[in-house]
């Protein structure tokens, strides 16, 4: 009989997987069942499902999200009867995070988990679940959870939707592959997994980590760009690159401050000619930090660009607390007017000029209308309760300096990895210093642009709107970056955490 092989103290399921894919794919196995089963025995266990099951329960057993969670629903189970009494801010804060209660008030939160009380009765079924991670189904909804790291281990991020709408679509049934560049071995299982469990269309990965001494950027698609035409998703189609917008505008403005054209901390109305803001004290720095203020337009979404001063009018209120965070896109297309007021050239022109082209991003541009469908462009596409996928035309964003790039993958992660180039060091770095704090509970804060996660030494930004989203993360410590992109509106932000997660 062969050596049992220990478990880790913590087994990880997922890395169970893809250590089956690997042996599958050299040759040591001719069907994928065969090396999982192989795996099983070799750590003592009679099958795969057995093997699944120890982990899973070992995982729960120590995971304070799931723990939250079943608390939680424990507690709206019942919300459809008479006798039920809803419970006060005190009682959920001990459950959430102060922001969800801010986002979703006692009286909202018992509204909504309330009414799927019946479903919250059913046993919950875990996906995926980690220490402080979850995902995982209960009757036909989806949840996803992340916990605070230390106690109480309040939930900090909360998601409850549908999620019994399964695939039925024959097109995405065999999904093409294509690949680019020195792909990580870990990298294609993941992509096939997320394709599957998210139900997509498309999705593309794309990154310069594990690639070894020499920086070479990789990418990997997976699936269809445009089923109507059957157009498979290649790893330099074009996506709308929507918030992921504001990191190209924060460092075509760094630029001008490198210039000595203005000043971080040099109020905004000093350098505006085409439209000013209410609040004359308000800085450079405050806008690029979501700190000035500054109010929202009820809709981001129309048929072309329009220019900032038709949508927000020549005077700018800022009716908020200058200096504490709230993120928003006017304080972005306010500074996409200060380019163009600086440079003399249009928003899209300065940002080219400055970004664009200095880092080699030749496929990435400003359309000033929705591009028509083409082999090269993305369709958008959503999930019908009947199982189909449906074309979503992709709408533009009306500000274009806060939402209004279209790229590619390999573009993105070009960007991540070589943005600093143009600037003074002390200048990048000061882009990635703290400026406010964007989520106590979680740790996160904000730079000049960047969403800041330090202790993880990963900053970055996501982007989505009908039809498509998107996740841009980078390590400081090493510049390094990934980029996945989807031609859905779902959360991708995490696989793409999930890709970057270093290995061991």
């Known amino acids: 009989m062969p050596d049992i092989r220990d478990l880790p103290d913590q087994p990880s399921l997922r890395h169970l997987k893809l250590e089956a894919k ?10 994928l069942h065969e090396a999982q089963l192989a795996i099983a025995r070799e750590h003592g266990f009679s099958s795969w499902t057995v093997l699944k099951e120890h982990i899973t329960a070992a995982e729960s057993a120590n995971s304070h999200a799931l723990t939250q969670v079943r608390r939680l629903f424990n507690r709206f189970q019942h919300a459809d009867t008479p006798e039920w009494i809803a419970p006060d801010h005190g009682e959920l804060s001990g459950h959430l995070a102060e922001h969800l209660l801010t986002d979703a008030p006692p009286a909202t939160m018992a509204r909504l988990l309330g009414s799927v009380s019946a479903q919250l009765r059913q046993d919950l079924a875990v996906v995926e679940v980690g220490r402080l991670h979850l995902r995982a189904n209960v009757g036909d909804l989806r949840v996803e959870a992340v916990a605070e790291p230390e106690p109480p281990h309040r939930l900090t991020r909360l998601r409850v939707y549908p999620g019994g709408v399964r695939v039925t679509d024959s097109r995405v049934a065999q999904p093409p592959v ?3 560049g020195p792909v990580p071995d870990r990298v294609s299982g993941i992509i096939e997994d997320t394709f599957t469990d998210l139900g997509l269309v498309g999705l593309i990965a794309a990154g310069d980590w594990d690639a070894g001494p020499v920086l070479a950027t990789w990418a990997h698609a997976r699936g269809w760009a445009d089923l109507e035409r059957g157009i498979p998703c290649h790893p330099d189609h074009r996506f709308p690159a929507r918030a992921l917008t504001k990191l190209i505008t924060s460092t075509a403005v760094l630029c001008l401050v490198a210039e000595g054209r203005v000043g971080l901390d040099e109020p905004v109305n000093s350098k505006l000619h085409s439209l000013r803001l209410e609040d004359d004290a308000v800085t450079v720095r405050e806008l690029l930090a979501h700190t000035g203020g500054v109010v929202n337009p009820e809709s981001m979404w129309a048929g072309s660009v329009v220019e900032a001063a038709e949508v927000l009018g020549p005077v700018v209120g800022c009716p908020g607390s200058r200096g504490e965070f709230a993120y928003g896109e006017v304080g972005y297309a306010v500074l996409g007017q200060l380019l163009a007021d600086l440079t003399g050239e249009s928003y899209a022109t300065a940002a080219t000029r400055l970004v664009l082209g200095p880092l080699g991003m030749s496929d990435s541009w400003f359309p000033t209308e929705a591009p028509e469908p083409s ?8 999930l019908a309760d009947d199982g189909a996928f449906y074309a979503k035309p992709l709408p533009m964003f009306k500000l274009q300096a806060s939402g209004g790039l279209w790229s590619t993958a390999e573009d993105l992660v070009r960007f991540g990895s070589s943005w600093q180039t143009l600037l003074p060091a002390e200048l990048a770095a000061e882009a990635l210093r703290p400026q406010a704090v964007r989520d106590a509970s979680m740790g996160t804060e904000m730079g000049l642009g960047w969403l800041l996660l330090h202790r993880k030494d990963t900053v970055g930004h996501a982007g989505g709107s009908p039809g498509a989203t998107i996740s841009l993360l980078m390590r400081p410590s090493t510049g390094r970056t ?9 959360s991708i932000e995490p696989v793409n955490a999930r890709l970057m997660q270093p290995v061991g």
């Open 375 to 382: 082999p090269d462009v993305v369709v958008g596409y959503r």
């Open 178 to 180: 294509e690949s680019v």
């Open 482 to 490: 990934g980029v996945v992109l989807s031609n859905r509106l779902i």
């Open 22 to 31: 690997r042996r599958l794919a050299g040759g040591e196995f001719t069907i």
